[in-house]
Protein backbone atom coordinates (compact mmCIF):
# COMPACT_ATOMS: atom_id res chain seq x y z
CA UNK A 1 0.00 0.00 0.00
CA UNK A 2 1.36 3.40 -1.08
CA UNK A 3 0.04 6.98 0.28
CA UNK A 4 -0.32 9.72 -2.67
CA UNK A 5 3.12 11.15 -1.77
CA UNK A 6 5.04 8.17 -2.30
CA UNK A 7 5.43 6.86 1.02
CA UNK A 8 4.72 3.04 1.91
CA UNK A 9 2.54 2.15 4.89
CA UNK A 10 2.65 -1.63 5.55
CA UNK A 11 -0.54 -3.31 5.40
CA UNK A 12 -1.98 -6.27 7.99
CA UNK A 13 -0.03 -8.66 6.56
CA UNK A 14 3.07 -7.35 5.94
CA UNK A 15 2.93 -5.80 9.79
CA UNK A 16 2.01 -9.59 10.79
CA UNK A 17 5.38 -10.51 8.83
CA UNK A 18 7.40 -7.77 10.26
CA UNK A 19 6.60 -8.64 13.92
CA UNK A 20 6.76 -12.29 13.02
CA UNK A 21 10.68 -12.43 12.40
CA UNK A 22 11.23 -10.37 15.70
CA UNK A 23 13.31 -12.15 18.29
CA UNK A 24 10.77 -14.00 20.67
CA UNK A 25 11.79 -12.01 23.74
CA UNK A 26 11.88 -8.68 21.77
CA UNK A 27 10.80 -6.10 24.09
CA UNK A 28 10.71 -8.22 26.94
CA UNK A 29 14.68 -8.31 28.14
CA UNK A 30 14.99 -7.42 31.85
CA UNK A 31 17.53 -6.90 34.42
CA UNK A 32 16.63 -8.81 37.64
CA UNK A 33 14.81 -5.96 39.44
CA UNK A 34 12.71 -4.98 35.76
CA UNK A 35 9.95 -5.77 34.80
CA UNK A 36 8.13 -4.68 31.35
CA UNK A 37 5.40 -2.67 33.77
CA UNK A 38 7.65 -0.88 36.42
CA UNK A 39 11.27 -0.74 34.91
CA UNK A 40 14.05 -0.02 37.47
CA UNK A 41 12.96 -1.00 40.93
CA UNK A 42 15.31 0.19 43.92
CA UNK A 43 16.62 -3.12 46.19
CA UNK A 44 15.84 -2.08 50.33
CA UNK A 45 19.67 -1.08 50.09
CA UNK A 46 19.11 1.66 47.81
CA UNK A 47 15.70 2.77 49.10
CA UNK A 48 17.34 2.44 52.91
CA UNK A 49 20.19 4.74 51.87
CA UNK A 50 18.18 7.31 49.73
CA UNK A 51 15.62 7.37 52.51
CA UNK A 52 18.51 8.23 55.04
CA UNK A 53 19.14 11.48 52.69
CA UNK A 54 15.94 12.54 52.66
CA UNK A 55 15.56 12.49 56.59
CA UNK A 56 18.54 14.61 56.81
CA UNK A 57 17.18 16.91 54.00
CA UNK A 58 14.55 17.57 55.80
CA UNK A 59 15.48 18.36 59.04
CA UNK A 60 17.93 20.39 57.44
CA UNK A 61 15.34 22.52 56.16
CA UNK A 62 12.92 22.65 59.13
CA UNK A 63 16.55 23.05 61.29
CA UNK A 64 17.22 26.18 59.29
CA UNK A 65 13.42 27.69 59.42
CA UNK A 66 14.15 27.82 62.87
CA UNK A 67 17.36 29.48 62.57
CA UNK A 68 15.97 31.79 60.43
CA UNK A 69 13.20 32.67 62.25
CA UNK A 70 15.46 33.08 65.38
CA UNK A 71 19.11 34.80 64.40
CA UNK A 72 19.32 37.63 65.75
CA UNK A 73 23.55 39.97 65.82
CA UNK A 74 25.08 41.75 63.43
CA UNK A 75 24.93 40.94 59.71
CA UNK A 76 21.58 39.72 60.50
CA UNK A 77 20.00 40.40 57.37
CA UNK A 78 22.62 39.06 55.11
CA UNK A 79 22.58 35.53 57.01
CA UNK A 80 18.90 35.64 57.31
CA UNK A 81 18.56 35.54 53.61
CA UNK A 82 21.43 33.36 53.28
CA UNK A 83 19.40 30.84 55.62
CA UNK A 84 16.37 31.68 52.89
CA UNK A 85 18.61 29.87 50.54
CA UNK A 86 19.65 27.31 52.01
CA UNK A 87 16.29 26.43 53.14
CA UNK A 88 14.99 26.57 49.37
CA UNK A 89 17.66 24.52 48.26
CA UNK A 90 17.25 21.68 50.86
CA UNK A 91 13.51 21.78 50.40
CA UNK A 92 14.21 21.22 46.85
CA UNK A 93 16.82 18.87 47.20
CA UNK A 94 14.39 16.93 49.13
CA UNK A 95 11.69 16.45 46.93
CA UNK A 96 13.94 15.23 44.46
CA UNK A 97 14.98 12.85 46.41
CA UNK A 98 11.32 11.83 47.73
CA UNK A 99 10.65 11.87 43.59
CA UNK A 100 13.56 9.74 42.75
CA UNK A 101 12.51 7.21 44.97
CA UNK A 102 9.20 7.40 43.55
CA UNK A 103 10.50 6.76 40.30
CA UNK A 104 12.17 3.57 41.28
CA UNK A 105 8.84 2.35 43.03
CA UNK A 106 9.83 2.37 46.62
CA UNK A 107 7.98 4.84 48.96
CA UNK A 108 9.60 7.93 50.74
CA UNK A 109 8.77 8.19 54.42
CA UNK A 110 8.89 12.35 54.86
CA UNK A 111 6.75 12.00 57.93
CA UNK A 112 7.97 14.07 61.10
CA UNK A 113 8.42 11.31 63.32
CA UNK A 114 10.74 9.50 60.91
CA UNK A 115 12.65 12.39 60.77
CA UNK A 116 13.07 13.07 64.16
CA UNK A 117 13.91 9.18 64.93
CA UNK A 118 15.90 9.07 62.03
CA UNK A 119 17.83 12.00 61.35
CA UNK A 120 21.68 12.18 61.93
CA UNK A 121 21.61 15.83 62.63
CA UNK A 122 21.60 17.06 66.47
CA UNK A 123 18.70 18.90 67.19
CA UNK A 124 18.95 22.96 67.06
CA UNK A 125 18.74 24.84 70.00
CA UNK A 126 15.64 27.27 70.99
CA UNK A 127 15.35 30.48 71.42
CA UNK A 128 17.58 33.67 70.01
CA UNK A 129 21.26 32.77 68.66
CA UNK A 130 23.78 34.95 67.99
CA UNK A 131 24.45 35.17 64.01
CA UNK A 132 27.79 33.62 65.09
CA UNK A 133 26.85 30.96 66.81
CA UNK A 134 23.73 30.50 64.29
CA UNK A 135 26.89 30.32 61.53
CA UNK A 136 29.03 27.46 62.67
CA UNK A 137 25.59 25.15 64.26
CA UNK A 138 24.23 25.48 60.50
CA UNK A 139 27.36 24.64 58.88
CA UNK A 140 27.68 21.94 61.40
CA UNK A 141 24.38 20.61 60.15
CA UNK A 142 25.54 21.37 56.26
CA UNK A 143 28.98 19.08 56.66
CA UNK A 144 26.56 16.44 59.09
CA UNK A 145 23.87 16.26 56.04
CA UNK A 146 27.03 16.21 53.71
CA UNK A 147 28.69 13.11 55.72
CA UNK A 148 25.76 11.30 54.88
CA UNK A 149 25.23 11.65 51.48
CA UNK A 150 29.31 10.61 50.91
CA UNK A 151 28.78 7.54 53.59
CA UNK A 152 25.83 6.36 51.32
CA UNK A 153 27.14 7.55 48.10
CA UNK A 154 29.04 3.79 47.11
CA UNK A 155 25.67 2.01 47.95
CA UNK A 156 23.69 4.00 45.70
CA UNK A 157 26.18 3.58 43.15
CA UNK A 158 26.95 0.61 42.98
CA UNK A 159 22.95 -0.01 41.96
CA UNK A 160 21.96 3.50 40.15
CA UNK A 161 24.77 5.66 38.96
CA UNK A 162 21.27 8.10 37.66
CA UNK A 163 20.48 8.56 41.89
CA UNK A 164 24.55 8.67 42.43
CA UNK A 165 24.05 11.85 40.01
CA UNK A 166 21.58 13.34 42.07
CA UNK A 167 23.90 12.78 45.04
CA UNK A 168 26.53 14.86 43.34
CA UNK A 169 24.79 17.62 42.67
CA UNK A 170 23.07 17.79 45.82
CA UNK A 171 26.61 17.65 47.91
CA UNK A 172 28.31 19.95 45.13
CA UNK A 173 25.74 22.71 46.24
CA UNK A 174 25.75 21.97 49.73
CA UNK A 175 29.77 22.07 50.38
CA UNK A 176 29.18 25.11 48.61
CA UNK A 177 26.35 26.63 51.18
CA UNK A 178 28.80 25.49 54.08
CA UNK A 179 32.23 26.89 52.49
CA UNK A 180 29.90 30.24 52.19
CA UNK A 181 28.35 30.25 55.19
CA UNK A 182 31.42 29.53 57.42
CA UNK A 183 33.30 32.20 55.49
CA UNK A 184 31.30 34.51 58.18
CA UNK A 185 33.03 33.77 61.23
CA UNK A 186 36.48 33.17 59.35
CA UNK A 187 39.27 35.92 59.93
CA UNK A 188 42.14 35.64 57.32
CA UNK A 189 45.22 34.02 57.87
CA UNK A 190 48.48 35.91 58.98
CA UNK A 191 50.74 36.77 56.48
Known sequence: MHTNEGEH????????????NAPADAGARKTNR??????FQASKALTDALQKVL???????????QAHWNVVGKNFRDLHLQLDEI??????FSDEIAERLRALHATPDGRSDTVAATTTL?????GEIDTMETVDLITARLDTTVARLRKVHDTVDDEDPTSADLLHAIILK??????????ENRVPAKK
Request: glycine share 4%; net charge negative.
Open 9 to 20: TMTTVEQTTHTA
Open 34 to 39: ENAEKG
Open 55 to 65: VDLIELHLQGK
Open 87 to 92: IDASRE
Open 122 to 126: PAYPN
Open 174 to 183: LEQYAWMVSA
